[in-house]
């Protein structure tokens, strides 16, 4: 098996996993959502968790706030397909509610797979709760738009495209944050990995922030 069909089969096998689970989400929706995309892709999006749309549909990012997901990939020349898109919360929360910490903690092992198969360059964190989920000190309202590094991964985190369909001053500036993505792609790949004196001079338990746009 080449290593295209291979991480196809490891995507695969996860996708199943997602369908199959138990959680304590399950009983209060129709079913679970597994994220979808490509396995190869440079750029992972991270939502929250399914709304009514992507319950019924079974797949993520497909209702009002995808509709303007896929728009705004389109801008930058990215088609859906091209990316994966996931949640942190593979399931839905009754009437949309917030994921509570212990839901994000059931459905982690989920999102770590998919990372770690990936390896995208860029994790683009949609929203308060995938920001918290991995840069837990950060807040949305001064961190979207720019680019941090913590411990050789690059994340950058944007406005949830559903708070720019009620809100017109986010929308315009998830317009302006997005179009930065192409040019942090290509930094990126200018970046030397993480200096090893990082590690010497610094507490191994401390993370490693550095602001890139
Ligand atoms: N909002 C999210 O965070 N995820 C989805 O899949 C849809 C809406």
Known sequence: MNLTNNRQAILDQITKDVKEHQCSLRAGCIQSVPGEGSPKSALVFVGEAPGRYEDAQGRPFVGPAGKLLDKLLLSIGFKREDVYITNIVKCRPPDNR???PDEVAEHADFLRRELELIKPKLIVLLGRH?????????KISNCHGKAKRKANQVYFALYHPAAALHNPNFLQILEDDIKKI????KKIDELPLQAKTDKQTKPPEKIVQETLL
Do not use: S
């Open 98 to 100: 917030d994921p509570k």
């Open 130 to 138: 995938a920001l918290a989920k991995f840069l837990p000190d950060e």
């Open 182 to 185: 192409p040019i942090l792609l």
